[in-house]
T-cell receptor, first 110, second 119 residues
């Protein structure tokens, strides 16, 4: 059974701080790892990672995959209150099954 | 707007009632999914359909059935609703192709969710 574990469960920081969210996985026939941001409704896509060591970057957010360690991190620099959300990590296996972790709830205080 | 359309947005059921949640996507995606999300938790996979004509159980399939009616539509049925099925349900689709030789296209698109309460 595929499994995705995220840490920490929740995090409270102040604006301007840098945060690192972790995702580890066990999956049969790994295809890709995806990060999502969920505010009040449906998750919205952030990144898809398939290759180890290649950083994906979008503004203040970046993510990297380590296939040897079966993990990924999501970094957010210079956090803003608008970054407050649940961040979800998911893995896709070769059978197209998409399994999510429990999420990290991030709160950014002004 | 193109994307994943999920209906209804809200539903209240009595214990033992049945209902079907509808999901349709117009992006010609191969794979479709049903998840439930409970307060403070991530998304748990109920069922998925890797391609038209196939369906598979996810992590929490008990009490649910699905139908991949065609490439566009994937419905979730609760035959006899129970209070434990009170949750927010999300449908999603993705463009992953079946072949392992083809790089995954990645992104899954989500419907806006159905808030279901079973009393």
């Amino acid at each position: 059974e595929d499994k995705v574990v995220q840490s920490p469960l929740s995090l409270v920081v102040h604006e301007g701080d840098t945060v690192t969210l972790n995702c580890s996985y066990e999956v049969t026939n790994f295809r890709s790892l995806l990060w999502y941001k969920q505010e009040k409704k449906a998750p919205t896509f952030l990144f898809m990672l398939t290759s180890s060591g290649i950083e994906k970057k979008s503004g203040r957010l970046s993510s990297i995959l380590d296939k040897k360690e079966l993990s990924s991190i999501l970094n957010i620099t210079a956090t803003q209150t608008g970054d407050s959300a649940i961040y979800l990590c998911a893995v896709m296996n070769a059978g197209n099954m998409l399994t999510f972790g429990g999420g990290t709830r991030l709160m950014v205080k002004p | 707007n193109a994307g994943v359309t999920q209906t209804p947005k809200f539903q209240v059921l009595k214990t033992g009632q049945s209902m079907t949640l509808q999901c349709a996507q117009d992006m010609n995606h191969n794979s479709m999914y049903w998840y439930r999300q409970d307060p403070g938790m991530g998304l748990r996979l109920i069922y998925y359909s890797a391609s038209e004509g196939t369906t598979d159980k996810g992590e929490v399939p008990n009490g649910y059935n699905v139908s991949r009616l065609n490439k566009r539509e994937f419905s979730l049925r609760l035959e006899s609703a129970a209070p434990s099925q009170t949750s927010v349900y999300f449908c999603a689709s993705s463009a992953h192709r079946g072949s392992m030789m083809v790089a995954a296209l990645g992104e899954a698109f989500f419907g806006q969710g159905t808030r279901l309460t079973v009393v």
